[in-house]
């Protein structure tokens, strides 16, 4: 019987301004990354194929299923998690907002339906209700809390815009 060598591959990954530096197997996904290895459990677990949106994180500022990255694929990347967002013990606006508008319910799709309206709002700073809608149709809410989620991202993107615009 042969002897099956399994080959690690060293990455340099860049994780909410901090760089790690670690070797991981080839299969071994973004998730599995941040939450086995970094230690970086906001990022959940949910369907683990690219359907439910729980995994979401920004990668070079981009939404993406982290169930469905590879790790290797993310060498040299910037990676963006829920743990990076808050400065201290200060919170996001987006993650005030969720509070205020109690968007946040069971709070299991909340870092990654955060993490799309950063995305959306980092690009696009009036987004309109339906832009909003259409940017978080990739993050499943088992609640069903979507109308208090658009309000709160809304709520976000109004207090972006210059005094006296609508």
């Given at each position: 019987?042969?002897?099956?060598?399994?080959r690690?591959?060293?990455i340099?990954?860049?994780?909410?301004?901090?760089i790690?530096e670690?070797?991981?197997?080839p299969?071994?996904?973004?998730?599995d990354?941040?939450?086995?290895?970094l230690?970086?459990?906001?990022?959940?677990?949910?369907?683990?194929?690219?359907?439910?949106?729980?995994?979401?994180?920004?990668?070079?500022?981009?939404?993406v299923?982290a169930?469905?990255?590879?790790a290797?694929?993310?060498?040299?990347?910037?990676?963006?998690?829920i743990?990076?967002?808050?400065?201290?013990?200060?919170?996001h606006?987006l993650?005030?907002?969720?509070?205020?508008?109690?968007?946040v319910?069971?709070?299991?799709c909340s870092?990654?339906?955060?993490?799309?309206?950063k995305?959306?709002?980092?690009e696009?700073?009036?987004?309109s209700?339906?832009?909003v809608?259409?940017?978080i149709a990739g993050?499943?809410c088992?609640?069903?809390?979507?109308?208090k989620i658009?309000k709160?991202i809304?709520?976000v993107?109004?207090?972006?815009l210059?005094s006296?615009?609508?």
């Amino acid at each position: 019987m042969r002897k099956k060598v399994l080959r690690r591959h060293p990455i340099q990954v860049t994780v909410n301004g901090e760089i790690y530096e670690v070797s991981v197997k080839p299969k071994k996904t973004l998730l599995d990354l941040l939450r086995e290895d970094l230690d970086l459990t906001g990022t959940k677990r949910g369907c683990g194929n690219g359907e439910c949106g729980a995994c979401t994180v920004l990668l070079n500022g981009k939404p993406v299923n982290a169930c469905l990255v590879l790790a290797v694929e993310a060498d040299g990347k910037e990676i963006f998690t829920i743990e990076g967002l808050a400065e201290g013990a200060m919170l996001h606006p987006l993650q005030e907002a969720f509070i205020k508008y109690g968007a946040v319910q069971c709070g299991y799709c909340s870092p990654g339906m955060i993490l799309t309206a950063k995305a959306l709002l980092d690009e696009n700073l009036r987004p309109s209700e339906r832009e909003v809608k259409k940017a978080i149709a990739g993050n499943l809410c088992r609640c069903g809390g979507y109308n208090k989620i658009v309000k709160a991202i809304l709520s976000v993107a109004a207090k972006k815009l210059p005094s006296g615009v609508v």
